[in-house]
């Protein structure tokens, strides 16, 4: 068996969107640019300002009938699974079936999870534990869960059910031989990061294997990467701008990651780089602009308008 891999790429951005006024102008730079998606992260702290992301994203999708919207990623395990299925239910509906839950069990902010109460080591666990249960909660049929180790619960129906059959799409992320495996056994897609092309490619290959050893027949499967992206007129300008971004966002050093995991410099540069990508099998780009403010505007119009013409898919 073969990953039933779309052949038409899309090309979707990451942002975040602070108040109508942004939300509403980030909607339009993807209308007019021809942008398939938005998506937005997920912390409860990090050091960045984040509003919460299904709020953000019930906002976007009332002011537009077309985009798809996303999560890159949703920290699952951070949060208990019944209530979370109610709310990605309630977002499929309000979407009209455009929203992709891109989930993940990030980490990397101790603090987030002792406030949550919920114990960095089990992460993994619960995702593993949620996702089947996610799904059959927002299928509306009954569901119980009375031995669960994380998430024990008797008979339960959520109504509505969500408008996309067991609900959206699941795109779990990961880059460990565990979350590969997962995404194997439950996933309906996967969504890459700090990856490079090869470890893509090889990153399919572990989810495919995972899914032949387990018999699962696997429709139609996503394949996304959050691809960190500056375009410049050289690629040293572009390298000092996507580096100075990246170290302040992650609150250290990032420079050996900016140079192995970002596509930057020129147009052309930046177009060469999103066709290994294409070729080691991702269809769909999540743009990660290592910009803010007018800049990232900026990023987006020239993607479309300079980057996207170049490319050779």
Same mark, same amino acid.
């Given at each position: 068996?073969?990953?039933?891999?779309?052949?038409?790429?899309?090309?979707?951005?990451?942002?975040?969107?602070?108040?109508?006024?942004?939300?509403?102008?980030?909607?339009?730079?993807?209308?007019?640019?021809?942008?398939?998606?938005?998506?937005? *992260?997920?912390?409860? =702290?990090? $050091?960045?300002?984040?509003?919460? %992301? !299904?709020?953000? &994203?019930?906002?976007?999708? @009332?002011?537009?009938?077309?985009?798809?919207?996303?999560?890159?990623?949703?920290?699952?395990?951070?949060?208990?699974?019944?209530?979370?299925?109610?709310?990605?239910?309630?977002?499929?509906?309000?979407?009209?079936?455009?929203?992709?839950?891109?989930?993940?069990?990030?980490?990397?902010?101790?603090?987030?999870?002792?406030?949550?109460?919920?114990?960095?080591?089990?992460?993994?666990?619960?995702?593993?534990?949620?996702?089947?249960?996610?799904?059959?909660?927002?299928? *509306?049929?009954?569901? =119980?869960? $009375?031995?669960?180790?994380?998430? %024990? !619960?008797?008979? &339960?129906?959520?109504?509505? @059910?969500?408008?996309?059959?067991?609900?959206?799409?699941?795109?779990?992320?990961?880059?460990?031989?565990?979350?590969?495996?997962?995404?194997?056994?439950?996933?309906?897609?996967?969504?890459?990061?700090?990856?490079?092309?090869?470890?893509?490619?090889?990153?399919?290959?572990?989810?495919?294997?995972?899914?032949?050893?387990?018999?699962?027949?696997?429709?139609?499967?996503?394949?996304?990467?959050?691809?960190?992206?500056?375009?410049?007129?050289?690629?040293?300008?572009?390298?000092?701008?996507?580096?100075?971004?990246?170290?302040?966002?992650?609150?250290?050093?990032?420079?050996?990651?900016?140079?192995?995991?970002?596509?930057?410099?020129?147009?052309?540069?930046?177009?060469?780089?999103?066709?290994?990508?294409?070729?080691?099998?991702?269809?769909?780009?999540?743009?990660?602009?290592?910009?803010?403010?007018?800049?990232?505007?900026?990023?987006?119009?020239?993607?479309?308008?300079?980057?996207?013409?170049?490319?050779?898919?």
């Amino acid at each position: 068996m073969a990953l039933a891999v779309d052949r038409e790429a899309k090309f979707g951005f990451i942002t975040g969107m602070r108040s109508s006024s942004e939300t509403r102008a980030n909607v339009d730079l993807a209308e007019k640019w021809g942008y398939h998606s938005i998506w937005v *992260g997920d912390h409860i =702290e990090f $050091p960045l300002p984040l509003l919460d %992301p !299904f709020v953000q &994203l019930a906002h976007a999708a @009332a002011l537009n009938s077309t985009l798809t919207f996303g999560t890159a990623v949703y920290l699952l395990p951070l949060r208990h699974i019944v209530p979370v299925a109610k709310q990605v239910a309630s977002l499929d509906l309000l979407s009209d079936g455009r929203f992709i839950l891109g989930a993940g069990v990030g980490g990397e902010f101790a603090n987030e999870w002792k406030a949550c109460g919920v114990p960095r080591n089990e992460r993994g666990a619960r995702m593993s534990e949620g996702i089947p249960l996610l799904k059959k909660l927002m299928s *509306g049929e009954t569901v =119980e869960n $009375p031995h669960g180790k994380f998430y %024990p !619960f008797d008979e &339960l129906t959520m109504k509505p @059910a969500a408008s996309t059959p067991s609900g959206p799409p699941v795109w779990t992320g990961g880059r460990s031989a565990a979350a590969l495996k997962r995404a194997g056994l439950m996933a309906d897609g996967w969504i890459g990061y700090s990856v490079t092309p090869g470890m893509y490619a090889d990153a399919l290959s572990q989810i495919e294997r995972a899914a032949n050893d387990a018999g699962r027949e696997i429709g139609p499967f996503g394949t996304g990467d959050l691809l960190f992206t500056q375009i410049g007129d050289t690629y040293e300008e572009a390298y000092e701008k996507a580096n100075a971004h990246l170290s302040m966002r992650y609150a250290m050093d990032f420079s050996n990651a900016t140079k192995k995991y970002c596509a930057l410099g020129r147009p052309e540069d930046v177009a060469e780089r999103y066709n290994e990508y294409y070729q080691a099998g991702c269809r769909h780009f999540v743009l990660d602009l290592t910009s803010t403010g007018q800049d990232l505007k900026v990023q987006i119009e020239r993607f479309g308008r300079e980057v996207r013409p170049l490319l050779s898919f």
